[in-house]
């Protein structure tokens, strides 16, 4: 079952123009990614189009809308490896739905790539960007400042982009080991698999080995264990007939047999008798890990509960703040009601209070009375029944939720809780 | 010695999309090809509900032009897993005059299947169909989400699809939607190799090195068959050759080779410098192919 390859989820962030797509498409060629019969269509498409270079973008513009338009519009996910190291990434566009979708592709990411255009320096998107980064507590941001050919590779311009960006940084909550800033050339191949001979003054890693060595530990993720029961599991046959085995996945923190846990909303209290996956038993699980877990006593636990140790309660509120993003373009004001997702848990949710709208841009937040498609917001909610939820600020998963609408059942916002 | 499971990150991911199908809707079927990606689901899902059964069936479309040694396959694995097994024949499709046979050098029943499925799924009012679908085989699936939702007429549209963040999936649908969901969207096809190599997992007898009749044509290799379309000029020979997928034999082309163990089968594709797709016929038409038959309700 094993593949002992770390796995490192990537969003990718940058304007029109910034040269995101051929960034992508030059990695997959670096990496080796890009099959023959792949590379002959992009050699074919370059041609139609006159271009007397590859055009490395033509690998990932996926849908015919967009080849149309020439740029890409939704969240497409690409994958290369390399022998250490398995890299999925969420390319997401930077026009003016960039806030729904880089959110969406961050939600699964633990390393953002910021790009920015050597020419242009550090533009209102870029903040935009790190802003989001920043809400979603990525691990790593990568700060490629791209299309250094333009610039003569001039150290000089890396480093007012870089003075201009170190601003930002300290408006938000990384620290400075967090952040890493690389000058390249997307389309060049400039400091993208190896060093540039044309940058000798930069002496950090190129982007692949920086990426390579990324570990994929969150360093937001506390080590407190959060189990929400997804399915219960009841053989019913003759072999099994007394099993009741509670499935799901394990999030922050490693659960052992022997364990005290307490099940929430009962509040009951108890131990893990066995720990399986298939056919095999084992002592102890760790984080990320799908399992079925069988406890001591029988109890009543059913899907949307969690298990968790004893002394490691959550919190249990009917009333919670959060910070918002609205996904969709109905907007979310005052007194709707909606159905509120948080993990597997389902519980209805009405807008008590909306705080204020939280400018994208580090600038601060006025008071607002409804939010819009992209508005980043803080927003108090009232609950039919308690969540068990940690802020997101100390474990991600369990800090999260969405909004479901009613009406159209569509997914019309993601929160954060706040602490 | 204490035994820890450490989560291999893809197969979590999977088996948890998968057991939120079970919760999430009343009427789910897993469709199954016969191909690695589909017996790759049914181990998962085996994995997801283990010691209970497999709590949906298996639908499977048979063009009537498979290789009859994945029918095979298809029967033993059922039977050995005591899985239900529902099939529904697209030459049914045909008799019943609501599609036609195409006609010709390049004829497949492969877009013919989605009048099939979308029968089935009205006839056994089915509300979420688990494929095998992954987004690094076409540039089109890329974009696809994990629960994507299509209307009545089975049509994905992909300007309006529902934001999937984190992992929570929202499987809420409306009388006639159903949900087509894709469990192993994050595998690379390496990935499913490597899979079913550690898993030890088996797969058709085409997928290895065998003799066969074929032909070439436009730098591929074809099986010489009935259902084949083969002109006069395009001789048969012998080959050592085994399959990438396991699509419709008009459809599928074969690769010259000697793998004839899983190891030797995943070598070979790890060093391998022709893309899955690339060897499937109905991908070649166009490059928007996939896109537009994505819209009408192919898989």
Aim: hydrophobic residues 40%; negative net charge.
């Amino acid at each position: 079952m094993s593949d002992n390859r770390k796995l490192i989820k990537i969003a990718t962030a940058g304007s029109v123009d910034d040269g995101k797509s051929t960034l992508i498409g030059r990695l997959l060629y670096d990496t080796q990614s890009l099959t023959t019969d792949k590379l002959e269509a992009i050699e074919q498409s370059s041609r139609k189009r006159g271009y007397d270079y590859l055009d490395f973008s033509l690998a990932t513009d996926g849908l015919v809308a967009e080849r149309e338009q020439g740029i890409t519009i939704d969240v497409a996910h690409i994958y290369f490896s390399t022998r250490k190291t398995n890299f999925v990434i969420a390319d997401t566009p930077g026009h003016v739905e960039y806030t729904r979708n880089m959110v969406t592709g961050a939600s699964t990411s633990q390393v953002a790539i910021i790009l920015i255009d050597a020419r242009k320096g550090v533009i209102e998107q870029t903040y935009r960007h790190f802003f989001i980064a920043n809400l979603l507590r990525l691990s790593h941001v990568v700060v490629a400042i791209n299309k250094m050919d333009l610039v003569n590779y001039d150290e000089e311009v890396y480093l007012n982009i870089k003075a201009e960006f170190e601003e930002l940084v300290e408006k938000s909550h990384f620290n400075t080991e967090q952040i890493t800033f690389i000058p390249l050339s997307a389309l060049k191949g400039e400091n993208i698999a190896s060093k540039s001979d044309l940058m000798p003054w930069y002496l950090g890693n190129s982007l692949l080995d920086h990426l390579e060595v990324l570990e994929p530990e969150d360093l937001f993720e506390s080590s407190v264990a959060r189990f929400p029961v997804q399915y219960v599991i009841r053989p019913k046959t003759e072999a099994f007939h007394d099993f009741r085995g509670f499935s799901g996945k394990l999030y922050g923190g490693k659960l052992k047999v022997g364990d005290e846990v307490t099940v929430l909303p009962s509040m009951t209290s108890t131990r893990i008798k066995t720990i399986q996956f298939l056919d095999e038993l084992y002592d102890e699980a760790s984080p990320d890990s799908s399992i079925t877990i069988t406890l001591e006593n029988e109890v009543d636990l059913s899907r949307g509960d969690m298990l968790v140790k004893s002394n490691e309660l959550p919190k249990s509120e009917k009333q919670i703040a959060a910070t918002l993003c609205q996904v969709n373009n109905k907007p979310l004001k005052v007194g709707d009601k909606y159905t509120l997702q948080h993990g597997v848990n389902r519980v209805l949710a009405k807008v008590d209070r909306i705080e204020s709208i939280i400018h994208t841009d580090f600038s601060g937040e006025v008071p607002a009375d409804q939010l819009r498609l992209n508005d980043i917001g803080k927003v108090h909610f009232r609950l039919s029944k308690p969540i068990h939820y940690d802020p997101y600020q100390k474990n991600k998963s369990n800090g999260s939720f969405i909004l479901i609408d009613e009406g159209s059942y569509d997914t019309v916002s993601v929160g954060f809780i706040n602490a | 010695m204490s035994r820890v499971l450490i989560a291999n990150p893809k197969e979590a991911e999977s088996i948890h999309i998968i057991r939120e199908v079970a919760a999430q809707f009343e009427r789910p079927v897993l469709l199954f090809s016969g191909g690695k990606d589909s017996i790759t689901l049914v181990r998962l899902a085996q994995k997801a509900f283990f010691p209970a059964k497999i709590p949906f069936p298996l639908l499977h479309i048979d063009t009537g032009h498979n290789f009859p040694e994945t029918i095979a396959f298809r029967d033993q694995l059922v039977e050995e897993l005591g899985l239900e097994l529902i099939v529904r024949n697209v030459q049914d499709s045909i008799d019943q005059g609501k599609v036609s046979e195409e006609r010709g050098r390049y004829s497949s029943r492969n877009t013919l299947q989605t009048t099939t499925l979308l029968d089935a799924i009205e006839e056994f009012k089915f509300d979420a169909c688990i494929g095998g679908a992954r987004r690094d085989e076409e540039k089109a699936r890329a974009k696809e989400r994990v629960f994507s939702v299509r209307d009545d007429f089975g049509q994905w549209d992909e300007k309006n699809q529902r934001p999937e963040l984190f992992d929570m999936l929202n499987g809420r649908i409306h009388q006639g939607q159903n949900v087509r969901v894709f469990p192993i969207s994050n595998w690379t096809e390496l990935d499913v190799w490597e899979y079913i190599k550690n898993e030890n997992i088996k797969i058709p007898s085409i997928y290895f090195a065998h003799k066969r009749e074929v032909f070439f044509r436009d730098g591929m290799i074809w099986t010489a068959n009935e259902h084949v379309y083969r002109e006069a000029h395009e001789a048969v020979e012998e080959k050592m050759v085994r399959f990438r997928t396991v699509g419709d034999m008009t459809c599928t082309a074969a690769v010259l080779s000697d793998a004839v163990s899983l190891e030797e089968v995943v070598d070979e594709i790890r060093l391998s410098t022709i893309s899955e797709r690339g060897a499937r016929i109905d991908d070649k038409r166009s490059e928007a192919a996939m896109e537009k038959r994505k819209k009408v309700g192919y898989f």
